[in-house]
Nanobody, 114 residues
Framework: VQLVESGGGLVQPGGSLRLSCAAS????????MGWYRQAPGKQRELVAI???????NYADSVKGRFTISRDNAKNTAYLQMNSLKPEDTAAYFC?????????WGQGTQVTVSS
């Protein structure tokens, strides 16, 4: 399974970005898709995750600001990030829990700065 992420970049505080993660390759069934992030000097942390039944879970720090969704037909997950803060600055990694195993994207950088 290959994961292609897109949508990162530089944004001012209060701005918005939308991340996309497209899964391809041999896909038997995706149980969950999600996003983790890792800031310099910090551990990787869960941002948001969505199951095949569209149940969602969010880190407390992003609740009310970020929304995760998925298009099962396209094997793609999206992370809409609003009201971004400087502390959201990190490398964001797509994560897929698939029947064949767990897979990670290479990461996309999100920088929130004025």
């Amino acid at each position: 399974v290959q994961l292609v992420e897109s949508g990162g970049g530089l944004v001012q505080p209060g701005g918005s970005l939308r991340l996309s993660c497209a899964a391809s390759g041999r896909i038997l069934g995706i149980n969950a898709m999600g996003w983790y992030r890792q800031a310099p000097g910090k551990q990787r942390e869960l941002v948001a995750i969505i199951t095949s039944g569209t149940r969602t879970n969010y880190a407390d720090s992003v609740k009310g600001r970020f929304t995760i969704s998925r298009d099962n037909a396209k094997n793609t997950a999206y992370l809409q990030m609003n009201s971004l803060k400087p502390e959201d600055t990190a490398a964001y990694f797509c994560y897929v829990d698939e029947v064949l195993g767990k897979f990670w994207g290479q990461g996309t950088q999100v920088t929130v700065s004025s």
